[in-house]
């Protein structure tokens, strides 16, 4: 990777979630003259989670939640840029609070963690990061939006069923999605994060009236698969039989 330069100062929202931490990890390790800083709602309930990278050029700040615009313009003051990753409740809301906060920072770059699904207007979750993409527009701050898929670490989240032989899935079993790695586009955003500071010269800072630069990037993983190929991918490296479920093994009547 290339020198960085001067970056001094990263800002991570929502750092105790999936992607959050995955963010911190990848900036802290991969920047090593960089300070990143996580933000956290609660710090007992999250310090723990990042003992391994604490006391190097990582900090922890609780600066979010019900603290209020300034605390958080606060915390991300001297930030060469800020990750926003809203979170799933209030979503429109609280990220509007994180992007006005960047903006009266001075903030010169924003990394918007969006979703693939954007186009979709019939999707609420898609109306709602289109929302705030154009709300980051409208803020003439320079940004990245990374339109992610689904995070394969959300399978994770059966592990539990996986090691009982089957895990229960709401939508059709069939259908294919394109899953990646939340540490991948954490290696990604690093990736822009840097490549926007080493192009700084085409920078206009914040509230420049010139038009500017929004990168949109869209993020699958490396191939498409069903649940059903999941649990078979999960028999063969397990050497047990996993089976998906759907809501006709509990309601076969309604099918
Ligand atoms: N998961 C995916 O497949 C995927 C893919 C693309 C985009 N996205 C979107 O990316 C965002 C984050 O996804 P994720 O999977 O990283 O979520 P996650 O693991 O649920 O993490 C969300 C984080 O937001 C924090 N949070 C919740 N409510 C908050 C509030 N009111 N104020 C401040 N922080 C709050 C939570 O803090 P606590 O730890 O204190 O609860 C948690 O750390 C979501 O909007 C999601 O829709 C997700």
Known sequence: ??????LTKVFVTSAAG????????HLSTNLPTTRVIG????????????????????????????RGLESLTRGMRGSDAVVIIPPNQRRVDVGKEYVMAAKNAGVRFICLLSVS??????????RQ????????KETWIDACFLRATFFAENLLANA????????????????????ISAADVAAF????????????KGHRGALSSAPVRADIYYLTGPGAVSMVEVAEILSKVASKFVRCCCCCCFFP???
């Open 1 to 6: 990777m290339e020198e960085p330069g001067n």
């Open 18 to 25: 999936t992607f959050g931490s995955a963010c911190v990890r």
């Open 39 to 66: 933000s956290v709602r609660e710090m007992s309930k999250s310090r723990d989670k990042f003992l391994d990278l604490r006391g190097n050029n990582f900090e922890l700040v609780d600066v979010v939640g019900d």
């Open 117 to 126: 699904a954007i186009g979709k207007r019939e999707v609420m979750i898609a």
């Open 129 to 136: 990061f289109a929302e705030l993409e154009d709300f980051i």
């Open 160 to 179: 539990a069923s996986f090691k009982r032989g089957s895990f229960y899935h709401p939508a059709n079993p069939d259908a294919r999605f394109n899953p």
């Open 189 to 200: 955003a690093t990736a822009a994060i840097q490549r926007n500071f080493m192009e700084k």
């Open 253 to 255: 009547l309604r099918c």
